[in-house]
């Protein structure tokens, strides 16, 4: 790396140019005076006293009380971990303030689109974790059903969430039960390859507690084999989404058969411990 990439890196982590120059002339240096520091770092002189007295307050710079005055960097591990806990410091403060200034929940008005794989992913795994009793969840590509999905899907169990998984494949349906035996799995019958276009097929469909809707398509780009995700979502229980998939979701529970990894099905489930859960999709819905 050079002299200049190190500023540079030194700017970005927080600290102002003159102080990213300096510091970067003392590592060179080992030890030196203001006039020494302000040759190498191409700083004014007048300047440099300043500098190097915020980066001693930074705990970047060591100062040795002589005549002229010494100064000398911290060893470079030293530096790295202050640096590291001056930035996480600033980042759990801007957190806390951002937490508190923020107003917005699920339950917002409307639809709302997302816009990249990532953010589906998010929004996906966001609404698992905040499901307290149902979570059906309709996979037209088993590429969706990556492996942090499945652990949230695994927690949401331990939480005694009655989870439902509609996948495409019998393959599909032995790596979920490999990964989480207590789900209820279902090889779908739709015929999704007749959906699929030469640059688009469908992706996801998950409901929670029959209020938050995801819904995403997979869109291929340049190159085949990458393929994009984008999509909706919506928690908003009056929303015609919502009231669309709530009906789906019933019609898919009454024909298809869902079982566990241990050969359970969904009416055995639902006669034991997810009765409360039923009852409580079904209070939020009236």
């Not at 440099?48 to 100064?71: A, F, I, M, N, T």
Request: glycine share 4%; hydrophobic share 40%.
């Amino acid at each position: 790396m050079s002299e200049a990439e190190a500023v540079d890196a030194l700017v970005e982590l927080g600290l102002r140019q003159y102080e990213a120059q300096c510091f970067v002339a003392l590592a060179q240096l080992s030890e030196g005076t203001a006039k020494e520091i302000s040759r190498v770092a191409d700083v004014p002189q007048s300047r440099v006293y300043d500098v190097v007295d915020e980066l001693h307050r930074l705990g970047l710079v060591d100062v040795q009380e002589s005549d002229p005055r010494k100064y000398s960097a911290v060893p470079v591990d030293v530096a790295r971990n202050r640096l590291r806990q001056k930035y996480r410091n600033h980042l759990e403060t801007a957190t806390t303030h951002l937490q508190a200034l923020e107003r917005r929940t699920l339950e917002e008005d409307g639809a709302w689109k997302v816009a990249s794989d990532q953010d589906v992913r998010n929004r996906t795994i966001q609404a698992v974790e905040d499901a307290t009793s149902e979570i059906y969840l309709l996979a037209a590509d088993g590429e969706v059903l990556e492996s942090a999905l499945l652990d949230r899907l695994a927690a949401a169990r331990e939480r005694d969430v009655t989870v439902f998984v509609e996948v495409p494949s019998s393959d599909d349906r032995d790596r979920i039960h490999d990964a989480v035996a207590t789900v209820q799995v279902a090889v779908t019958d739709f015929e999704f390859d007749s959906q699929v276009t030469t640059d688009r097929s469908l992706g996801r469909l998950l409901v929670v507690d029959r209020q938050t809707v995801v819904v995403s398509a997979l869109t291929t780009g340049i190159v085949p084999s990458q393929r994009a995700e984008t999509g909706i979502w919506t928690s908003e229980r009056g929303h015609g989404l919502v009231a669309w998939f709530r009906y789906f979701l019933e019609r898919r529970l009454a024909q298809l058969a869902f079982e566990t990894g241990n050969g359970r099905g969904a009416n055995d489930e639902r006669d034991t411990s997810d009765d409360d859960a039923n009852a409580e999709c079904t209070a939020c819905e009236e």
